[in-house]
Each structure stands twice: as structure tokens, then as C-alpha cells.
């Protein structure tokens, strides 16, 4: 799902960058500068090579390095490609679970899991669970959380 979120974001942007780029070479701007009429080509092919390693590589690395766990007290998140970022949630604090599924979630058979906190920073996503999967998970964390919610003033 991600390298088609990929695919489909730089062709969108690559198909705008070549009608900008044929753009300046069909109309004659005298203040646009000859150097960047004779060379306006190069953007769309820079990041046509851009892309292709953004495709390929980005969601293969990212599905490498995140990485998620819920455990009875704690839902644990790790993301993060260079520096990493470890969070751990208490389920005491958890406010609300939600999943969601968008149409290129459905067509994979994915979702999303948002476990949110009062604390902005305290909120956790983890994209491409099962749709079941998620479904139950944030039943589960709902019910953890009802039972084990103090009060946390």
C-alpha cells in the first residue's frame, strides 16, 4: 500500500512538473531567463530519479523500523528511519481508540490505529494493521482502558 501511495503521489507530481516544464519552452516570457528555458527538462527528470528510489525504497525501509506492541498496560510504538522515537502509552491514559480505513486501506485489506491521549505527544498511529486486526485491537484497548482508568488529576 505505501510504495502505491508512493507510485501515484510522484506520478501526480512528476505529470505536473513536465507540463511545467513543456510549458515554459511553448510560450515565450521575455523575463523568464534563457538558461532555464534551454534546461527546464532536468527538474522533471531529476525528480523522476527521485521518485523511483522514493517508491522503492522508503516503504520497504519503512516497514522495517516501525514497529508496534500491545501488551495489558502499555501500547508501545517505535518509528523513526535515522533517530528513532519509542513511545510508550499507558493504557490508564488512553481517551480514545480509533481505527479508520481509507479506500487504499480497503483495497489492501489494512487500517490505521489511533490510540489518543490527552497529551498530543501522548497519541499513537500505527498504519497497515489487518482490518480485523485493528477492529479488535481498539475494542480491546477501549474495554483495557474503561477498567483501568484512574484519575489522573
Known amino acids: 500500500m505505501w510504495t502505491l ?3 501515484i503521489g510522484s506520478a501526480v507530481l512528476l505529470a505536473l512538473l513536465c507540463a511545467g516544464a513543456w510549458g ?15 534546461n527546464a527538462w532536468w527538474l522533471p ?13 522508503v516503504p520497504r525501509w519503512r516497514y522495517r523500523v516501525h514497529r508496534w506492541e ?12 535515522f533517530s528513532r522515537q519509542w513511545q510508550l502509552v499507558p493504557v490508564s491514559r488512553i481517551q480514545t481508540v480509533d481505527h479508520r480505513q481509507g479506500w487504499m486501506e480497503r483495497l489492501f485489506g489494512v487500517a490505521t490505529l ?17 482490518a480485523a486486526d485493528a477492529q479488535r485491537i481498539s475494542e480491546e484497548l477501549a474495554e483495557r482502558a474503561a477498567e483501568l482508568r484512574d484519575d489522573a488529576t
Open 114 to 130: 489511533e490510540v489518543q491521549t490527552a497529551s498530543h505527544a501522548g497519541s499513537s498511529t500505527i498504519e497497515g494493521l489487518g
Open 45 to 57: 527528470v531529476l525528480y523522476a530519479a527521485y521518485a523511483a528510489v522514493r517508491t522503492v525504497v
Open 24 to 38: 515554459l519552452r511553448a510560450v515565450s516570457w521575455e523575463w523568464v531567463p534563457d538558461w532555464l528555458l534551454r
Open 5 to 7: 501511495q508512493a507510485a
Open 70 to 81: 500491545v501488551t495489558a498496560d502499555v501500547v508501545y510504538t517505535r518509528v523513526g528511519w
